[in-house]
């Protein structure tokens, strides 16, 4: 992977992190799983490899129109305040990648510039789902860690098998998509995709 590949990556999702726009955001997480896709095809030796990739590609464009259906059946009457602003959020992603890099051992990938990669991925996703109020948001905050992730499997030395990446890719996606339905879930409740919302409830 090159440097201006990784870089785009973490733009990408930084820019989750950032933006106010549902949709500008599930764009930029697609996006990224393409780029991640593409990443997979250009380096395929085998015919396992590229069917890998382009369960990447298939898993990106599905996950792009789920969203895309959820934002458009659940319709904010007003937008939903982050609980911080998007520069401090940039400031806590920021610095949770320092402190990754700092103290989470090399992986031993053959690529020295995915590791940082990676780790900026996770720590993205994570900023984003803790850091804001939208169930939906939450939820890319998960993709996003799921696409550093997919990022190690496709830089790994030793891949595993295609049946064990696409079961894995599977199973990502299926997550994904529940926790969707639950934003929609919620939204068809409480008529905003508020996690806020959920303290009301009592046992």
Same mark, same amino acid.
């Given at each position: 992977?090159?440097?201006?590949?990784?870089?785009?990556?973490?733009? !990408?999702?930084?820019?989750?992190? $950032?933006?106010?726009?549902?949709?500008?955001?599930?764009?930029? $997480?697609?996006?990224?799983?393409?780029?991640?896709?593409?990443?997979?095809?250009?380096?395929?030796?085998?015919?396992?490899?590229?069917?890998?990739?382009?369960?990447?590609?298939?898993?990106?464009?599905?996950?792009?129109?789920?969203?895309? =259906?959820?934002?458009?059946?659940?319709?904010?009457?007003? /937008?939903?305040?982050?609980?911080?602003?998007?520069?401090?959020?940039?400031?806590?992603? &920021? &610095? !949770?990648?320092?402190?990754?890099?700092?103290?989470? /051992?090399?992986?031993?990938?053959?690529?020295? %510039?995915? @590791? /940082?990669?990676? *780790?900026?991925?996770?720590?993205?996703?994570?900023?984003?789902? =803790?850091?804001?109020?939208?169930?939906?948001?939450?939820?890319?905050?998960?993709?996003? =860690? @799921?696409?550093? *992730?997919?990022?190690?499997?496709? @830089?790994?030395?030793?891949?595993?098998? $295609?049946?064990?990446?696409?079961? $894995?890719?599977?199973?990502?996606?299926? =997550?994904?998509?529940?926790?969707?339905?639950? %934003?929609?879930?919620?939204?068809? @409740?409480?008529?905003?995709?508020?996690?806020?919302?959920?303290?009301?409830?009592?046992?």
């Amino acid at each position: 992977m090159t440097v201006a590949m990784g870089s785009l990556l973490i733009g !990408l999702g930084l820019g989750v992190v $950032v933006v106010r726009r549902r949709s500008v955001a599930i764009a930029l $997480v697609t996006t990224q799983a393409l780029v991640l896709a593409a990443i997979a095809l250009r380096q395929a030796g085998t015919a396992s490899d590229t069917v890998a990739g382009l369960a990447l590609v298939m898993r990106a464009v599905a996950l792009g129109a789920l969203f895309f =259906v959820a934002v458009a059946r659940s319709r904010e009457r007003q /937008p939903l305040r982050a609980r911080v602003t998007p520069m401090v959020r940039a400031g806590l992603a &920021v &610095v !949770l990648i320092l402190i990754f890099t700092a103290l989470v /051992p090399a992986f031993g990938l053959p690529s020295r %510039h995915a @590791e /940082p990669v990676e *780790l900026a991925l996770v720590a993205a996703g994570l900023t984003c789902a =803790v850091t804001r109020r939208s169930t939906l948001f939450q939820v890319l905050g998960i993709v996003l =860690v @799921e696409n550093g *992730l997919a990022l190690a499997g496709i @830089e790994a030395p030793h891949a595993s098998s $295609v049946i064990i990446e696409l079961g $894995v890719t599977l199973d990502l996606t299926l =997550v994904v998509g529940v926790a969707a339905l639950f %934003h929609l879930r919620i939204f068809s @409740e409480f008529g905003a995709g508020d996690s806020a919302a959920l303290r009301s409830l009592r046992d």
